[in-house]
């Protein structure tokens, strides 16, 4: 049930404290997934949230929520910018950037590394998730951390209890939409 996810992988970004969010969606038809992703699309545009697929492989699909005003304003600045060029995209334009993002995904078989800053990640901590293979962060939550660390922590704190008042709150009755806060 695509809902339930939204709820609990999602709450952040429905909240308007994230960027975007990621997850894996098990489904049986891929049109009937296709048009579910579409009606989801449609309905939280009117809150400032798109869907998207980004890969569809063995009845899994990778689906991406996430604001695009933020994503916009992310990766305008222009540190962002730079790296994103060094990453093989043309310019910062967040439809360009999510369709090479999504190219890359189809072609490669694990994430491409730059996809932390589609999530709202912070850039330092990207740039050393590269630099360290993956190792050696300071902390470890919804990222890993190699810089700013008690920034990082209040941050996961706050995703933290947000998705629990999300959680507490979608099983008493409130619908996602309900939930979802307007840009």
């Not at 049109?31 to 063995?58: C, F, H, P, Y």
């Not at 899994?60 to 060029?85: C, G, H, Q, W």
Request: net charge positive.
């Amino acid at each position: 049930m695509l809902e339930k996810q939204f709820i609990e992988q999602c709450a952040p970004t429905l909240a308007s404290l994230k960027t975007g969010s990621l997850f894996t969606f098990h489904y049986q038809d891929e049109k009937e997934l296709q048009n579910s992703v579409r009606e989801w699309d449609e309905q939280m545009s009117e809150k400032g949230i798109a869907v998207s697929i980004l890969r569809t492989q063995k009845h899994m699909a990778l689906i991406y929520v996430y604001r695009p005003s933020r994503l916009k304003r992310d990766m305008s600045r222009p540190e962002t910018e730079n790296f994103l060029r060094q990453c093989g995209y043309k310019n910062a334009n967040p439809d360009s950037a999510l369709r090479i993002l999504q190219k890359k995904l189809q072609e490669e078989e694990g994430f491409p590394h730059e996809i932390g800053l589609f999530l709202g990640y912070p850039l330092e901590d990207v740039i050393g998730f590269i630099v360290n293979a993956g190792r050696n962060s300071l902390v470890t939550g919804y990222w890993k951390v190699y810089a700013n660390v008690n920034e990082a922590m209040e941050t996961f704190a706050k995703y933290k209890k947000c998705r629990a008042v999300y959680e507490r709150l979608w099983k008493e009755g409130r619908s996602v939409w309900q939930l979802t806060v307007a840009a």
